[in-house]
């Protein structure tokens, strides 16, 4: 095994740890709405949404890294470049998110000054971390970045996946330069944040998650790399092309001028056609294949991927994507179930296929299968789906008490949250929460088990 | 748009592209298992999203471009799986014909060798 993949199996047990972390502050926050003393004057419900939001930032953002690193020298042919300073990174990064999250955590907030915003909280949803931090993921998407380029120049050659992968780099650094500046018009500054928030989920992100897609399938199926490569281009073609100008849908509400709001809707009601054509892709490669595989739990997940995008990104978010709807649904609970399940469909299940397939390797699995997987995959999505149902129904009582009824003031706030159908939808996603905990619990029972029950490619060769 | 209108209308559009994903779907099924009942689910599935967009068309307050982008996106959304699916076919199957010339290929060499 090379050192690179070594790193991968590191960086992939960091994400699948955070992943944990992400759940369980899911889960107090969820338990707020059901009991708003909870943690009174210990932590407000304000720092365990915040931890929550960024643990989902970097285990995503770690497990992309892992797959990368796993992937990388077997496509290129070699150990992957600067390998040394890239294991260094991986413990200073998983150093760096403990201290964030025990600065959040303990101090919380500091004043509204320039040490706050170094040491504390940078006051940027999604991008909270102190701005040492941020400087610091930085670094590391740079070295990361020399990691991928730097074993293509090295191994003098690359391939089509690798090139789509070195391009997307630039503007996932560049893109998070936009953390820094404190701009003083909310406007303005809210103009830029979306470029950061939105062309990072759904432009270098999903090119970033469509190049993992496209290694795997070809070590999970076998499928060749001229297929791969074709759809990836394809796909990535159709996914930039509705998703940047799709960035307009966040420029309804926030002072931009009006024309954000036919370009915004126009693009990102298109955004459902290249998922569906996934979908299809899907479909595709299941039959061909017979829905025979060697790594059962690879495949499901790659599956739920697919299926996962079309729903959570493609259906929840043409739901509320045209500004007449919009108006009333953004910021309720509506956005907050499209927000879940677009991110699981569109991120989580990819990194746990990706962790199975790792597992298959690591392990020396002939086939990797059992009923374990099985358990966490039902838990997991039933948990999901089933949170964002109960959000929906919670954010439709939003939608139509506070803002369309009550012309949202602060008495109509009141009467949303206080509303049976919106507190039911509400203690039903608390109860679905903890079925996913259970299927995150399982998922990792799985991976810390899997080796012990499966047979390994020796003893199948020895039998046959 | 009321209160109501709008929340109908988020509905619908959910609806609609549901539909749109179980036609695609199960289009794509039906090409594998040749039973009718696959196919007319798929037939009744695009009905079904054709009827939502209909309605969306004829009964929400949605503005006149907007109702075309719903009209444009279900021709689309109809053409989409087999469009996908030719593709797919094309791709794979010029893959095949490519490594079975490569495979002759090389046995030729091989019987030249010989």
């Known amino acids: 095994m090379y050192r690179s993949q070594t790193l991968a199996v590191k960086y992939l047990s960091a994400a699948i740890a955070l992943f944990g972390i992400m759940t369980l502050f899911g889960l107090i926050s969820a338990y707020y709405y059901l009991n708003p003393d909870f943690l009174f004057g210990i932590l407000p419900f304000s720092i365990a949404k915040i931890v929550h939001i960024n643990t989902l930032v970097i285990w995503l953002l770690m497990g992309f890294m892992g797959s990368i690193y796993w992937f990388l020298p077997g496509e290129l042919g070699r150990e992957t470049a600067g390998i040394r300073a890239a294991e260094v990174l991986f413990y200073v990064f998983c150093a760096a998110v403990a201290v964030v999250a025990v600065v959040f955590i303990i101090v919380q907030y500091g004043s509204s000054n320039e040490v706050a915003l170094w040491l504390i909280n940078q006051g940027r949803k999604y991008v909270e971390a102190p701005r040492w931090a941020a400087l610091g993921i930085v670094v590391i998407m740079v070295v990361f970045a020399y990691n991928v380029i730097g074993t293509a120049i090295a191994a003098r050659k690359t391939t089509g996946i690798i090139t789509v992968l070195m391009i997307d780099l630039i503007p996932l650094i560049l893109l998070y330069l936009i953390a820094f500046p404190a701009i003083s018009n909310m406007s303005a500054d809210l103009f830029w944040w979306w470029w950061l928030v939105h062309l990072w989920v759904e432009a270098t992100w999903e090119v970033l998650i469509g190049c993992i897609m496209a290694l795997a399938l070809m070590q999970l199926l076998g499928t060749s790399r001229r297929i791969v490569e074709t759809w990836l281009y394809i796909e990535v073609a159709l996914v930039l092309g509705t998703g940047i100008l799709g960035l307009g849908h966040h420029y309804f509400w926030i002072g931009t001028p009006n024309y954000w709001l036919t370009i915004g809707g126009f693009f990102s009601a298109l955004e459902p056609l290249p998922l569906l054509g996934m979908v299809v892709h899907a479909v595709y490669d299941a039959g061909a294949q017979h829905m025979k595989t060697t790594n059962r739990p690879a495949f499901y997940w790659m599956m739920a991927e697919a299926f996962g995008n079309f729903i959570g990104a493609g259906v929840w978010g043409f739901m509320i994507t045209l500004p007449q709807v919009n108006l009333y649904a953004h910021g309720t609970q509506w956005t907050v179930s499209h927000g879940h399940f677009a991110f699981w469909g569109a991120y989580s299940c990819g990194v746990i296929s990706v962790l199975y397939l790792v597992l298959q390797k690591t392990r020396n699995l002939a086939f990797v299968d059992g009923p374990l997987w099985k358990w966490s995959f039902a838990a997991l999505n039933l948990g999901l789906v089933g949170m964002t149902g109960a959000l929906l129904v919670s954010g439709f009582v939003q939608a139509f008490v506070e803002r369309a009824i009550g012309g949202s003031t602060l008495n109509a706030f009141i009467s949303g949250q206080e509303n049976a159908w919106f507190v039911d939808g509400m203690v039903a996603r608390f109860l679905l929460a903890i079925v996913f905990t259970g299927g995150y619990v399982v998922l990792v029972w799985d991976a810390l088990s899997l080796g012990r029950r499966a047979p390994t490619v020796a003893t199948v060769a020895a039998a046959q | ?114």
Request: hydrophobic share 50%; glycine share 8%; proline share 4%.
């Open chain 2, 1 to 114: 748009m009321s209160g109501l209108a709008s929340l109908e209308t988020g509905l619908l559009l959910g609806l609609y592209a549901l539909l749109a994903g179980i036609w695609g779907v199960l289009w794509a099924l039906a090409q594998f298992r040749r039973t009718p009942i696959v196919g007319r689910s798929a037939a009744a599935a695009y009905g079904l999203h054709t009827l939502v967009a209909l309605t969306i068309v004829l009964w929400t307050p949605l503005g006149s471009g907007w109702k075309c982008l719903i009209i444009g996106s279900s021709l689309f959304f109809f053409a989409l799986p087999p469009l996908t699916w030719r593709l797919l076919q094309r791709t794979h199957d010029n893959e095949r014909s490519e490594h079975d010339r490569e495979s002759s290929q090389h046995s030729r060499r091989l019987v030249a060798r010989l």
